[in-house]
């Protein structure tokens, strides 16, 4: 193996540990070591999305998918992650030293061997990793990549090297919205889009749909999330309460008619079905929130997806295979995500941004840019 960096690394850094449910401790920890067909990423950002939040709360499904992948705390948490590959071990042809990339947070274990992997859907890979669940994430400035995973690291391209924060973004929630919106609800140019939650997925999915020629509707309980919805395209937006139980009517309201697609990210079973009521007969809904403990399943109100043939689909993160055409999206300048990002952060501060999450006081995405 090649030693990292040659830049006199210390071999200890600060990482954010989640050392027990609701509590993240910032601990110096050993730089890690990589093995045969590993990498090791010298992270440069890594945000803070709201599936780290439910595993910080210990939300079932998500400390589910920390265990079935052999993650256990204490563990690093972070997975939305783009840094420089700054070692590789014996056998890694596809990255060198010196390539900067982005880590699918949803990646492939198994070196896209699967059949899912072997179809381009790597996303869902019968062994898939996610960083931070499975293994040791990105909160810290080194990150170790599986040898099962190196195969879908994505290079990025010249035109967004200065990009880091957006970039990170991708890993996950950029990457989710631009699966939800494009590859999942295909969305057409004039067609009128909800999306029920604008924080980092539901910000970008705005940006995508507005992009792509959709009458954007944005939903939130966050006035300023609505604002930064606004500047990403949003046509319109409606302020939802707490517990509102008149959601679909403002959506529909606001959309001057029923939607052609709902897209929910907040996984919050009353605003699932709150939009899923305002999908005219033969439209589309994508599911890509995920749901809080006591809250774990959508009361499906299925006679209406019945008599309507509402189509509902799941959007998980994005398929490594499918970044070129994000990247491709994002270097043509169409779409600005300085809307999505909240606010710039240190590996410090992580615990502070999860428990402003749990009030939803941040519009848009905490990005933790800095490691020292
Ligand atoms: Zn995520
Ligand atoms: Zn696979």
């Not at 945000?47 to 780290?52: A, E, K, L």
């Not at 990646?107 to 669940?133: A, K, M, Q, Y």
């Not at 004039?190 to 924080?199: D, N």
């Not at 944005?218 to 309460?241: F, I, P, W």
Request: hydrophobic residues 45%.
């Amino acid at each position: 193996m090649k030693k990292a960096g040659g830049r006199g690394m210390s071999n200890r850094m600060p990482a954010a540990v989640l050392v027990e449910f609701g509590k993240v401790e910032v601990r110096e920890v050993p730089v890690p070591q990589v093995g045969a067909g590993e990498a090791l990423v010298e992270v440069e950002a890594c945000g803070v999305c709201r599936s780290d939040w439910h595993l910080w709360r210990g939300d079932p499904s998500l400390v589910m998918y920390m265990e079935w992948s052999g993650g256990k705390l204490p563990i690093i948490m972070g997975h939305e992650v783009v840094g420089t590959v700054v070692a590789v071990g014996n056998g890694v042809n596809g990255v060198q030293e010196g390539d900067k990339v982005v880590v699918p947070a949803s990646s492939t274990g198994d070196s896209r061997n699967c059949l899912f992997c072997r179809n381009g859907l790597s996303n869902i890979c019968e062994h898939l990793w996610i960083p931070g669940f499975g293994t040791d994430g990105g909160y810290a400035r080194y990150m170790r990549v599986p040898a099962g995973s190196v195969a879908d690291l994505v290079k990025v391209p010249e035109a967004l090297q200065d990009k880091s924060s957006w970039l990170a973004i991708t890993g996950c929630g950029m990457g989710t919205a631009f699966n939800a919106v494009v590859d999942k609800a295909q969305v057409q140019p004039g067609e009128k889009v909800a999306v029920t939650g604008v924080g980092g997925v539901g910000l970008s999915a705005v940006a995508i749909a507005a992009q792509a020629g959709a009458q954007v509707i944005a939903v939130d309980v966050n006035s300023e999330a609505l604002e930064r919805a606004k500047n990403l395209g949003a046509a319109g937006t409606v302020q939802a309460e707490r517990e509102d139980p008149q959601l679909t009517d403002k959506i529909v309201e606001a959309a001057g008619g029923p939607v052609d697609v709902a897209i929910d990210t907040t996984g919050n079973p009353q605003v699932g079905v709150g939009a899923l009521l305002a999908v005219r007969p033969g439209g589309r809904m994508v599911l890509s929130g995920l749901m809080v403990k006591g809250a774990e399943t959508l009361p499906l109100p299925a006679d209406a997806v019945v008599a309507r043939e509402v189509t509902l689909r799941g959007a998980l993160m994005l398929a490594a295979q499918r970044y070129v055409t994000l990247f491709g999206m994002l270097s043509r300048g169409d779409v600005n995500l300085d809307p999505v990002i909240y606010r710039e952060i240190s590996v410090h501060q992580v615990q502070e941004a999860f428990q402003a999450m749990s009030e939803f006081e941040n519009a848009g995405r905490f990005v933790v840019t800095s490691f020292d």
